[in-house]
């Protein structure tokens, strides 16, 4: 093989030699040059970066597909299942387009359409309609913890209009600030449940008053433009804002509201509008409300409760929870990853006895929470009040082996079953001659 001397070797690329470069890299029957080095590193790095979203997308920032966030809310939640599946939808595209936004490469707030014209991606909150009880609660915070975002739970009649005593609306963000630990950037990726949203709704000609609305269409107007997205600025201690204090200012174009209410007697307005058989006066609409009335919800239904029109354009998604039965109270109890009964049962397990619930115990614990109307919120109170005996009497003994909690204990209030230990055989002496 011909040897090459060190001062005749030229860049295989640029044919640059060695004397005209600063290094030259050798390798098998090839050589190449800082420059080109250089050259190439620079051509690799514009194709990575033009390919930076997908890449960015799927490695970094990976979004939970819609079914992936419906099966974990499976998990835990029993029933509803369109909300579920309205919701998981919903929360896909809301952090999609929180991903795009984030995009370097694109403009700030524009994807360019396959005909390359820009399209601005909305922001879509939430309003969740459904009785005491059947988890709407439950479901947004169940929606954070898969989301790993802050998360904080507002109540909305807590709330006035700005001057007035009460809450300010914008105290809600600070909410979530602390949820967030004061990290803003992560507040603004967060979700916020405001719930009794029908206990604001505006006074209608039924029942006129000469004082000013402050609790009702007053923070309604309050709440559009930070729902819809704004720079508010928050006292960071709460309370009322100051002039001369510094505020703490955080973008809300990119938390998700989600919005809650029971809407009592909103069922049998939308089943008056649906039914062609409730007509003419004296119908009884009552007794022709059917279960699903409500989804057929307009929001001109909701503008009649009281919601004002601007408030339900910036919420266009709208889910419905119905009422739960006494089989669903009964799987709730039992199937969720942290069912009820499952904690009780981890709770007694630590002082050594193992609890058991007959299945008519069972039923007639969720039969109960369908009479009372409490829904899911009452099943807890309910098996306290069932255990506090057990509980208070078991980690002062130590001959219970297990507690059996038979219907009777639901229904008459007798007392569990105790299992005590099996007595120690005596032990056997030998008679001396």
Do not use: W
Request: charged share 25%; proline share 5%.
């Amino acid at each position: 093989m011909e040897t090459v001397s060190a001062l005749d070797i030229r860049c295989s690329f640029c044919t640059k030699k060695r004397s005209q470069v600063q290094k030259i890299v050798m390798g098998p029957q090839v050589y190449i040059c800082n420059e080109c080095i250089a050259l190439c590193s620079d051509i690799i790095a514009e194709e990575l970066l033009a390919d930076q979203p997908a890449r960015r997308i799927a490695r970094e920032h990976r979004l939970a597909t819609p079914s992936e966030i419906y099966e974990y809310l499976q998990e835990y939640v029993i029933g509803q299942e369109g909300a579920k599946r309205a919701l998981a939808v919903a929360v896909y595209n809301h952090y999609k387009r929180i991903h795009e936004l984030d995009n370097p490469v694109l403009s700030s707030r524009t994807l360019m359409a396959t005909a390359g014209e820009p399209v601005e991606l909305g922001k879509s909150n939430i309003l969740v309609v459904g009785p005491t009880g059947s988890g709407k609660t439950y479901l947004a915070q169940t929606l954070a913890k898969k989301l790993d975002v802050p998360f904080a739970l507002v109540d909305a009649t807590s709330l006035t209009e700005a001057g007035y005593v009460g809450d300010d609306v914008e105290n809600i963000l600070l909410r979530l600030i602390n949820a967030a630990d004061g990290d803003i950037a992560r507040a603004q990726r967060g979700i916020i449940y405001i719930d009794e949203i029908d206990k604001i709704a505006r006074k209608n000609g039924e029942n006129v008053s000469i004082t000013r609305d402050v609790s009702g269409e007053g923070v309604q107007q309050a709440l559009l433009k930070i729902i819809e997205g704004t720079v508010a600025t928050v006292p960071p201690e709460g309370g009322r804002k100051h002039p001369t204090a510094s505020n703490l200012e955080i973008d809300t174009s990119e938390i998700l509201f989600i919005v809650g209410g029971a809407f009592d007697g909103l069922q049998a307005r939308v089943a008056s509008r649906t039914s062609s058989a409730a007509i003419g006066f004296g119908a009884d609409i009552d007794a022709r409300v059917s279960e699903d009335a409500l989804d057929e919800l307009m929001p001109e239904d909701l503008t009649h409760y009281g919601i004002i029109p601007e408030l339900i354009g910036r919420l266009p998604v709208i889910t419905v929870l119905h009422e739960l039965g006494v089989d669903e109270l009964r799987r709730i109890l039992t199937e969720p990853k942290n069912a009820l009964v499952k904690q009780y049962k981890h709770l007694l397990a630590l002082d050594g006895v193992e609890l058991l619930f007959e299945d008519a115990a069972l039923e007639a614990i969720a039969a109960r929470a369908v009479e009372r109307k409490v829904g899911a919120r009452g099943l807890r109170s309910m098996m306290e009040h069932l255990l506090q005996p057990v509980m208070f009497e078991l980690p002062d003994r130590e001959d219970v082996t297990a507690i059996v909690i038979t219907a009777d204990c639901v229904l008459k209030g007798a007392e569990p079953t105790y299992v005590l230990q099996a007595p120690a055989p005596k032990p056997k002496h030998r008679k001396i001659a």
